[in-house]
T-cell receptor, first 112, second 114 residues
Framework: RKEVEQDPGPFNVPEGATVAFNCTYSNSASQSFFWYRQDCRKEPKLLMSVYSSGNEDGRFTAQLNRASQYISLLIRDSKLSDSATYLCVVKGLSGTASKLTFGTGTRLQVTL | GAGVSQSPRYKVAKRGQDVALRCDPISGHVSLFWYQQALGQGPEFLTYFQNEAQLDKSGLPSDRFFAERPEGSVSTLKIQRTQQEDSAVYLC????????????FGSGTRLTVV
C-alpha cells in the first residue's frame, strides 16, 4: 500500500464548477501536509499547506482530518488555468531528515 | 542563483551507459533532496543531503545509483550502467532549513534510456 493515496483522475469539469480532491495517508506520525500543483512537464510547486483547522486561499480550501488520516482540497469557481495535476504531499521524519512523500497526483482538466 | 538549477535538461543515454545529473541549489540552502518521477506518477524520494552529509539514501533503487555533494552546495546524481527502467524525470529540491520546510524544486532532468 502506498504511503499517500490519491484518485489519479482525470477529473474533467466545466469552467465555474466546484471540484474536490481527496487523499489518504498511512503514517500516523506524519507531521505536515501540503498540496502541490504540477503543470505538464514542469516541476511541482507548493499550492498551500493543510491544517486541521482548515486553510483557505482565495478559491482554494484545504482540510486535514488527522483522526481519519484524510486530506482534501476544494477548488471553487474553476478556471481554465487550474488545469494541472494536484499532488497530495505528506512530510514526516526520516532519521534527521524531513522528507516529502508524494501521492500519485490527481489530474484536473477544466473545459469551456 | 534565483532558483534551483538542474542540468542537463534532457539526456538520452544508451542502455549500459553511465550518466551524471547536476543540481545547483539556491545559494546557502542547507538541505538538498533528489526525487525520481516516472511518467504518470508522483515524485519518489531518492536521497537527502544536509550540507555535504548524505543523511538518507534509502530511496536509491539500486547500487547503480550514487549521489554526492562534496562541498555542501552542488550535487551530482550518478547512474551507472543505465537500464530502461531508469527513464524518468529526476528532480532536485533545496531548502534553507534543516527541517526541509519550504522546498524549491528545479525543472528536472528528463532521462531517456534507449
Amino acid at each position: 500500500r502506498k504511503e499517500v493515496e490519491q484518485d489519479p483522475g482525470p477529473f474533467n469539469v466545466p469552467e465555474g464548477a466546484t471540484v474536490a480532491f481527496n487523499c489518504t495517508y498511512s503514517n500516523s506520525a506524519s507531521q505536515s501536509f501540503f498540496w502541490y500543483r504540477q503543470d505538464c512537464r514542469k516541476e511541482p510547486k507548493l499550492l498551500m499547506s493543510v491544517y486541521s483547522s482548515g486553510n483557505e486561499d482565495g478559491r482554494f480550501t484545504a482540510q486535514l482530518n488527522r483522526a481519519s488520516q484524510y486530506i482534501s482540497l476544494l477548488i471553487r469557481d474553476s478556471k481554465l488555468s487550474d488545469s494541472a495535476t494536484y499532488l497530495c504531499v505528506v512530510k514526516g521524519l526520516s532519521g534527521t531528515a524531513s522528507k516529502l512523500t508524494f501521492g500519485t497526483g490527481t489530474r484536473l482538466q477544466v473545459t469551456l | 542563483g534565483a532558483g534551483v538549477s538542474q542540468s542537463p535538461r534532457y539526456k538520452v543515454a544508451k542502455r549500459g551507459q553511465d550518466v551524471a545529473l547536476r543540481c545547483d541549489p539556491i545559494s546557502g540552502h542547507v538541505s538538498l533532496f533528489w526525487y525520481q518521477q516516472a511518467l504518470g506518477q508522483g515524485p519518489e524520494f531518492l536521497t537527502y543531503f544536509q550540507n555535504e552529509a548524505q543523511l538518507d539514501k534509502s530511496g536509491l533503487p539500486s547500487d547503480r545509483f550514487f549521489a554526492e555533494r562534496p562541498e555542501g552546495s552542488v550535487s551530482t546524481l550518478k547512474i551507472q550502467r543505465t537500464q530502461q527502467e531508469d527513464s524518468a524525470v529526476y528532480l532536485c529540491a533545496s531548502s534553507s532549513e534543516t527541517a526541509g520546510y519550504g522546498y524549491t524544486f528545479g525543472s528536472g532532468t528528463r532521462l531517456t534510456v534507449v
